[in-house]
């Protein structure tokens, strides 16, 4: 299946990771879906790059994803975007209405409250590196026995603070006056069921932030499901109901899987 009639699907990941969890997506998702992951600055090849903690330095390394959106005006497109993640992909729905873009058939978030709602990670960024390492700690966002001092300390800890900072600065740029408010696209919040940050009650908020219909997800794992087989495969049937709908069908959004709330 070529481009033409595929669904892309941009994706966004959680605080400190390139996009070695969307490797396997096109796979998973099956036919219909092209994923691209977009790579922030400060790890993997980009890891000598400044990272980022501000929206206007987010849009502006974005450049390419918009003018992407621009160039395939008229096909459709969803975006996705994990804790971290999900304040970038709103940011990336809400800049789209701004530049006048063609807007997502799809706005999905997964692991993260809405921005009006406490997140127990964005809100540690500033935290003495022990105290931020014990909060980690206990949301089981940590290897296994790492301390102050070590490889993982060294070179993952700074980008992982970064992009809390940056999770923060995104979620009160959404709350600021200025801002677009609810975007005018359904929206998928999917949720992990054992995970301790975000549970379906706090994804329920994400109905005021859509003028469209809210539609609720659980999937098994804790806050890092991502990395699971049931996301993809669930994003993927989104797509195909997407891509029906833009050839003609009568297909919508929200009959891509199990009832809200489940």
């Known amino acids: 299946m070529g481009d033409g009639q595929a669904v892309r699907l941009h994706c966004f990941a ?10 396997r997506w096109d796979k998973l998702a099956g ?17 000598r790059e400044i990272r980022l903690t501000g929206r206007d330095e987010l849009l502006a390394d974005l450049k390419p994803l918009f003018e992407r ?11 996705y975007g994990h804790s971290l993640g999900a304040s970038v992909a709103l940011t990336v729905a809400h800049a789209a209405l701004e530049y ?18 406490p997140a127990a990670l964005a809100n540690s960024a500033e ?3 022990e105290e931020l390492l014990r909060v ?17 300390f ?43 940050l975000v549970d379906a009650g706090a994804a329920a908020g994400w109905q005021r932030w859509t003028t469209g219909r809210l539609l609720r997800r ?13 996301l993809p495969r669930m994003l993927g049937r989104a797509a195909r109901v997407v891509l029906r709908g833009h050839h003609g069908g009568t297909d919508q959004p929200e009959r891509t899987g199990q009832g809200e709330g489940r």
């Open 14 to 23: 959680h605080a400190g990771a390139g996009v070695s969890s969307f490797y």
């Open 31 to 47: 036919s219909g879906v092209r994923t691209t992951p977009w790579l922030l600055p400060g790890r993997d090849e980009r890891r």
């Open 69 to 79: 959106i621009a160039d395939e005006s008229g096909a459709p497109y969803i975006l």
């Open 100 to 117: 006048g873009l063609p807007m997502p058939a799809l706005l999905a978030v997964g692991a993260s409250p809405p921005p009006d709602l």
């Open 127 to 129: 935290l003495p590196d």
């Open 136 to 152: 980690l700690d206990r949301f089981d966002a940590l290897p296994p026995g790492v301390r102050p001092g070590d490889v993982w």
């Open 154 to 196: 060294r070179s993952v800890f700074p980008v992982l603070r970064a992009d809390l900072r940056l999770a923060r600065n995104l979620r009160a740029a959404a709350l600021a006056p200025t801002s677009p408010g609810p975007v005018p696209v359904p929206l998928l919040a999917v949720t992990g069921t054992e995970d301790p």
């Open 218 to 230: 659980t999937v098994p794992g804790g806050h890092f499901f991502v990395r699971g087989a049931e």
